[in-house]
């Protein structure tokens, strides 16, 4: 990543062959016609120099040796957003029923990460277009995928059946302790204030805030 960076400045002076052996040569393919008559930098020029500058600095090389050409944050954030539909934020659990959640985030997105696009009745794929705030107006296409399956589910419950089959002594134990994962809001758990008290409040520090500016 870094040798590919760094070839930037060479490709703004219409250099497109490099001497580092990781990025001997740019990606794209022969210029010809308006793409090769572009007003490129000349080198030794001031721009070109204050340019490479910029690209080459330390603390921006630094930074650019830590990106991955292959792996991206995508899933992981996926994975994390699936969190918050298994252990919302508004509620608060215990540690065994926060841990239990985590657990069947993970099994429910494992379950249904490589799920396939979902096809019309003609058995085209579906797509959709969407317009992302970040791209400022441009369009990316979004492959629509099959519904998500809850198949896990079955599995831990015959699995739970067949570990307390022989021995419900057992489920009698662990089924009091289940109480304590009960998920409670959060606010709940603090002194409720009037509403007309919180505004009067609110209103007395902005005057003095006011005052002190």
């Not at 070839?7 to 580092?20: A, E, G, K, P, R």
């Not at 740019?26 to 690209?55: F, N, T, Y």
């Not at 896990?152 to 662990?174: C, F, G, H, N, W």
């Not at 409670?184 to 005052?211: C, D, G, H, N, W």
């Amino acid at each position: 990543m870094e040798a590919k960076w760094r070839s930037l400045v060479n490709h703004i002076q219409d250099i497109h062959d490099h001497d580092t052996p990781a990025f001997s040569s740019c990606a794209h393919a022969p210029l010809e016609g308006d793409q090769r008559d572009k007003e490129w930098l000349e080198p030794g020029s001031m721009a070109a120099v204050k340019l490479e500058g910029i690209i080459t600095r330390t603390s921006l090389l630094k930074d650019v040796r830590q990106l991955s050409p292959q792996h991206q944050t995508y899933s992981l954030e996926a994975f994390h957003s699936l969190i918050l539909h298994f252990a919302p934020k508004h509620t608060g659990f215990s540690y065994h029923g926060m841990y239990s959640r985590l657990l069947l985030a993970a099994l429910h997105y494992n379950y249904n990460a490589n799920r396939e696009t979902a096809r019309r009745s003609d058995g085209l794929e579906r797509y959709s277009v969407r317009y992302p705030r970040f791209r400022k107006g441009a369009w990316v296409v979004v492959p629509i995928k099959e519904k998500a399956s809850y198949g896990y589910a079955t599995s831990l419950i015959e699995a739970l059946r067949e570990s307390y089959m022989d021995s419900p002594k057992a489920l009698q134990e662990v089924s009091p302790n289940l109480s304590a994962c009960a998920p409670a809001p959060i606010a709940k758990s603090f002194q409720q204030i009037p509403k007309e008290e919180a505004v009067s409040l609110y209103l007395a520090q902005q005057t003095r805030y006011k005052k002190l500016n």
